[in-house]
């Protein structure tokens, strides 16, 4: 088993790696961004017709239907990702006294939740409207807040078993977890007719742009 070394040197390769995977998804988030909020019929009617589809055998299959309004609501659920990251803070201060790792991971986590809501107020989209809704959620639907999560907590725990060496076993569970969990999360809003797919794919481009960003100031700027 490896040791977990808190204090390893960052690499120029890595770096200019994470900037440059910055910019395309910067741009593909911006570009998305810009279709939503100007609505873009294309874009309207391909969400229009995968919600319809995902509605109908939602309410035809109420079973499959409990199992996702379990998932979103407990295990994805924001507020589930976020004590997450407190717990794993807690962990690299009590046992390796990584403040700084564990404020950057606290700060990062804060940070996507103000993006998200951010957005959300500024777009103002409105969510699915069905005559027989099978869950309901409040706010505005752009981005998908349980995508963005999600995505920015799995990525930066990954981004630490990664940078500070794991057993393969533990990397390999890890990283399959980590895909179920973001795919799961954002299929699972789409099934319950909460989200429409392009809220999703946009909460996935923000959260994986954010957690690219943060891994690019840890390699510049870590002590």
């Known amino acids: 088993m490896h040791t977990l070394h808190v204090d390893s040197p960052p690499r120029p390769t890595a ?3 994470a900037v440059r995977t910055a910019l395309v998804l910067g741009l593909c988030s911006a570009v998305l961004l810009l279709l939503v909020a100007a609505a873009w019929q294309p874009l309207i009617s391909v969400d229009d ?3 319809r589809t995902t509605h109908r055998w939602a309410v035809a299959d109420p079973d499959i239907t409990q ?8 295990v994805w659920d924001p507020v589930t990702m976020r004590l997450l990251v407190g717990v794993v803070a807690v962990w690299l201060v009590w046992r390796h006294a990584a403040w700084w790792t564990a404020g950057w991971l606290i700060v990062t986590s804060a940070v996507g939740t103000l993006i998200q809501q951010g957005l959300k107020a500024w ?3 409105a969510r699915p409207d069905w005559p027989d809704p099978v869950d309901s959620a409040h706010y505005a639907a752009y981005p998908s807040g349980h995508a963005l999560t999600a995505t920015v907590v799995f990525g930066l725990l990954l981004w630490l078993l990664h940078r500070h060496g794991v057993d393969r076993v533990v990397w390999r569970t890890a990283l399959a977890v980590a895909v179920v969990s973001v795919a799961g999360v954002g299929l699972t809003r789409i099934w319950l007719g909460v989200h429409w797919p392009s809220d999703v794919l946009g909460g996935w481009l923000l959260g994986a742009l954010l957690v690219t960003l943060a891994i690019a100031a840890q390699l510049r700027w870590r002590p």
Not at 67 to 72: A, D, E, F, Q, S
């Open 15 to 17: 770096l200019r790696t």
């Open 49 to 51: 017709d995968i919600s």
């Open 123 to 125: 777009v103002g989209r």
């Open 67 to 74: 199992v996702c309004r379990i998932l979103t609501d407990w």
